[in-house]
């Protein structure tokens, strides 16, 4: 992107978390929460939860934590999920649709609007409940469908034309699924998601049997 973000992407994630688990204790009826306590719940440290605030303003009140709404809230608008997002997601294969049925993106204001293959037979049908669209006509759906975000879940070798589509018809931020480099343009943002790269990770640490 040009520049650096006014909030680095880091702290970003981070604000995420907090925002979750500030959403399951609001449901759980907890009205405050120390920076101790989420350390605790999220594993985040204390001193790197208060850091993250401060930046935002005086949050907190000493000796009591802060209220769980007014900082769900208040991330919520630095987030921007205060409102609407909408999603276009391009793969209409498992993976694809799971992401378009899974019910949490609402609890997140995120919307799915369009769900795209390329594959002649899904194209025309409804699967998780939206009609699956020729990806070809993807740059020109995409600003009516009102939708900037765009998660990938293609093959590794439809990745980029994916991508190019999506960049485009206006969308700037992706988040790729897919298990290959996406290249973009200096204004917009890719978030890789690997599964395997993830597991692999995780087979490194396992015992030997």
Known sequence: MNGQPKVPVPTLARLATYYSLLREAEEAGVETLNSARIEGLSGIAATQIRKDLSRFGELGKPGVGYNVSELREHIGKILKLDRV?????????????????????ADYSFEVVGLFDSDAK?????????????VATLSKSLPGLGARIVAIAVPASSAQGAADAA????????????????????????????????FAVLAHYSEDK
Request: proline share 5%.
């Open 85 to 105: 997002q909408h999603v276009v997601i391009i793969g209409a294969g498992r993976l694809g649709q799971a992401l378009a049925a899974y019910p949490g993106l």
């Open 167 to 198: 960049f485009a018809g206006g969308a700037r931020w992706l988040l790729n699924f897919s298990p290959t480099h996406i290249k973009s343009p200096a204004d917009c943002l890719v978030r890789d998601v690997s599964f395997t790269q993830e």
């Open 122 to 134: 899904k194209i025309g049908k409804t699967l998780s409940g939206h009609l699956v669209r020729d």
